[in-house]
């Protein structure tokens, strides 16, 4: 069962290149989301999605864009990477409820040089 | 507006002792829902327990018990004879009436042997 992917895994960027990162996740979740990582402030939100052709922004929204047009992928982009981007990037999913829990990935750790 | 403090930011306990982390929450929804994730050195995150806010009662599952008080807004999750093994981050988070998820900071718990 892979649940919930995330491609890649480790990446170094120079500031000003943009990458995409890739979430795909195989148990028909609807909701899907992008959260990133940093030491002492826990999970925050980037961006979220309620399904598929929808997005919506979540606390940390800046310098990040994404796509749904998959139900089953969640594309986070950034188009102009900054060193305050480098972070430990992790892509959840959830069935409809409130009480889902949500699925992690094994997240991506992006370094900005 | 939605918050979760998890004011322990470390804890350290010698293997075979209680702990207890603290969760405190914040909320104007009357129907909501908590978590605890887990976070190993792996760096996983790891799906615990959810309670939804109409159940008061106490949960165990094994070495594991939550305490969930809405007087007080408290979720509080108790290791009973702890093990190295435990070692890891804890994540409290929150869902209300919207699809977002609310995570405290963290706490990280160091079992020593």
């Known amino acids: 069962n892979a649940g919930v992917t995330q491609t890649p895994k480790f990446r170094v960027l120079k500031t000003g290149q943009s990458m995409t990162l890739l979430c795909a996740q195989d148990m028909n979740h609807e909701y899907m989301y992008w959260y990133r990582q940093d030491p002492g402030m826990g999970l925050r939100l980037i961006h979220y999605s309620v399904g598929e052709g929808t997005t919506a922004k979540g606390e940390v929204p800046d310098g990040y864009n994404v796509s749904r047009l998959k139900k089953q992928n969640f594309l986070l982009g950034l188009e102009s990477a900054a060193p305050s981007q480098t972070s430990v990037y992790f892509c959840?999913?959830?069935?409809?409820?409130?009480?889902?829990?949500?699925?992690f990935g094994d997240g991506t750790r992006l370094s900005i040089l | 507006a939605q918050k979760v403090t998890q004011a322990q930011t470390e804890i350290s306990v010698v293997e075979k002792e209680d702990v207890t982390l603290d969760c405190v929450y914040e909320t104007r929804d009357t129907t909501y829902y908590l978590f605890w994730y887990k976070q190993p050195p792996s760096g996983e995150l790891v799906f615990l327990i959810r309670?939804?806010?109409?159940?008061?009662q106490n949960e165990i599952s094994g070495r594991y018990s939550w305490n969930f008080q809405k007087s007080t807004s408290s979720f509080n999750f108790t290791i009973t004879a702890s093990q190295v093994v435990d070692s890891a981050v804890y994540f409290c988070?929150?869902?209300?009436?919207?699809?977002?998820?609310?995570f405290g900071s963290g706490t990280k718990l160091n079992v020593k042997p």
């Open positions: 988070a929150l869902i209300g009436n919207f699809n977002k998820f609310y």
């Open positions: 959840a999913s959830r069935s409809l409820g409130g009480s889902q829990p949500q699925h």
């Open positions: 309670r939804n806010s109409f159940d008061e």
